[in-house]
């Protein structure tokens, strides 16, 4: 089990990223796929799921309305459109596939004027 996370930077607050995740070494379209993230200090917090048909998707609260979470099966990758950054949203970001108990390398966002 291979995840590969990307798409992360620096940005100023109010911008935009868009983080990948390119997933290998198991059947990608059969797992519900997770969205994590970890501030210097913090536990890790699940920021958003979407389950393997991408007909069930969930935010955390405070992220409801600027993020979103989208998967394409045929190109096993599941995204995080993030929008209206804020500095609490600066973290590393995961991605996990639920069941699975690999995790990737994590991508560094950090909102900062």
């Known amino acids: 089990v291979q995840l590969v996370e990307s798409g992360g930077g620096l940005v100023q607050p109010g911008g935009s990223l868009r983080l990948s995740c390119a997933a290998s070494?198991?059947?990608?379209?059969?797992?519900?796929m997770r969205w994590y993230r970890q501030a210097p200090g913090k536990e890790r917090e699940l920021v958003a799921s979407?389950?393997?048909?991408?007909?069930?998707?969930d935010y955390e609260d405070s992220v409801k309305g600027r993020f979103a979470i989208s998967r394409d099966n045929g190109k096993n990758t599941v995204y995080l459109q993030m929008n209206s950054l804020k500095p609490e949203d600066t973290a590393v970001y995961y991605c996990?596939?639920?069941?699975?108990?690999?995790w990737g390398q994590g991508t560094q966002v950090t909102v900062s004027s």
């Open positions: 996990h596939a639920l069941g699975m108990g690999s």
């Open positions: 979407i389950s393997s048909g991408s007909h069930i998707i």
């Open positions: 070494g198991f059947t990608f379209r059969a797992y519900a």
